[in-house]
C-alpha cells in the first residue's frame, strides 16, 4: 500500500486543516490541504491520482509492495498531479462545477423518466379501465334492448289477451240481447 500525505505546497500541514479520505477495499488515498483550498479540487486530486495509480499498479503490484517502496517509482507522478492541481486550480474548480451541473441534470432527467414511465404505466391502467367500461356498457346495452323487447312482447300479450276479453264480453252482450247471433229478426 502506498503511504502519501502531502499537501499542495510541499509541506506537512497540521491535522487541523482540511482534510479528505477516499477509502476503497483497504486501500486510503488522503490529501492535506490549507483550509482556502476548495473541497473539489482535493477530491479531483484524489481522483485523478487513484485513476492514475491503479492504472499503473493495479494488477497486482500494489497488493505485494512493501510499505514505501513505491515512492521512488509513484513520488514524480504525485508531484506531477500536485502541480497540474495547483496550476489549474480555477480550471479543475470549473470543471467540477460544470460535472456537479451535468449530474443533476442527469438525476432530473432520470426522476423524469421515471415519472414518465409511471405516467405511461398509469395510463396503461387507465386504458384498461375504459376498455373495461367500454365493453360493460355494450353488454348493459344489450341486456337493456334484450329486457326492452321482451317487456315490449309481455305488454302486447297482456293487449291482447284484454283485446280478447273485450271481444269475448261483447259477443256475450250481443248475444244475450239478440238471443242469439242475429239481431235482425223480431221476436213476437
Known amino acids: 500500500m502506498l503511504n502519501v500525505l502531502m499537501s499542495f505546497q510541499a509541506k506537512i500541514l497540521p491535522l ?3 482534510t479528505y479520505a477516499n477509502q476503497q477495499a483497504q486501500k486510503a488515498y488522503c490529501v492535506v490541504t490549507k483550509d482556502s483550498v476548495v473541497k473539489n479540487v482535493s ?3 484524489l481522483d485523478q491520482l ?3 495509480f491503479t492504472k499503473r499498479y493495479g494488477g497486482g503490484k500494489a497488493d505485494t509492495a ?5 515512492n521512488k517509482e509513484f513520488g514524480p507522478v504525485i508531484k506531477g498531479h500536485m502541480q497540474y492541481i495547483i496550476d489549474h ?5 470549473k470543471l467540477l462545477k460544470v ?3 451535468v449530474s443533476e441534470v442527469k438525476n432530473i432527467m432520470l426522476e423524469n423518466i421515471d415519472k414518465t414511465l409511471e405516467r405511461g404505466e398509469k ?4 386504458e384498461a379501465k375504459a376498455s373495461n367500461l367500454r365493453n360493460e356498457a355494450q353488454g348493459f346495452k344489450k341486456q337493456g334492448t334484450r329486457i326492452r323487447k321482451k317487456m315490449w312482447l309481455q305488454n302486447m300479450k297482456i293487449k291482447l289477451v284484454v283485446l280478447a276479453i273485450l271481444l269475448f264480453l261483447v259477443v256475450i252482450i250481443w248475444v244475450s240481447v ?3 247471433f242475429d239481431c235482425t229478426k223480431q221476436n213476437s
Open 43 to 45: 477530491i479531483a486530486f
Open 66 to 70: 512493501t510499505a514505501k517502496s513505491l
Open 89 to 93: 486550480a480555477e480550471e479543475v474548480e
Open 50 to 52: 487513484k485513476a492514475d
Open 178 to 180: 239478440c238471443r242469439g
Open 16 to 18: 487541523s486543516s482540511s
Open 123 to 126: 395510463l396503461n391502467d387507465l
Open 99 to 101: 460535472k456537479v451541473q
